[in-house]
């Protein structure tokens, strides 16, 4: 696949990362995300990363960078479904995902967004 | 990736298939989804296929037979994000996706499962 797909439910949009991510689909998936966001004046970004079970310093930067952007954008990011040895690794190899808020699954991702949101 | 991940949104199931389908991971789909709905008691499922160029009758039967146990178990299945050349394939490819209803996008999906409740 060449795509990420980015679902709209209400004024959230959710993207749910199941591939191996590399330079031109953290591209593609950044400007998708972006466009989106503005399309749709979205207020809130749910990244769901249930199915990662490796988050490499890639794909934290990339997802640091995507949030920054949707930042400018006026909304605002939570990334969801991080897998206990994911949090794991990211503590132990010092990666931090700078201005991303994190919730255990969709479900608390979106209560974050719509409390922020008030 | 070896799991297609199922979200939860409320009495709601979410699955975004995004890889291309293959026997094993098709079973594992199934066999996560229904111990997902019986676990967290779900109403409805949605599949989004968005992303998905292609629906040949392989992946048209699994979403049929998926439909079907979810039914089984209590809970309805809507497929949406259907792409317009995907639409036009499957008809002029007389396959039927038996027992599965569309919607546009997630929200429709979610207000048809809504309204069905009811």
Redo the contacts between chains.
Sequence with gaps: ?E???I????DLL?V?I???MHDRLAMTLQDDLTSRIVKDRARGVLI?I???DIVDSFIGRMISNTAAMARILDARTVLV?MQPAVAITLVELGLTLHGVRTAL???KG?QLLKQSAD
Tied chains: 1, 2.
């Design positions: 696949m795509r990420i797909p679902l709209k439910m209400g959710l749910t199941q591939v191996d769901d249930s199915a990662l479904g699954n969709v479900e979106v």
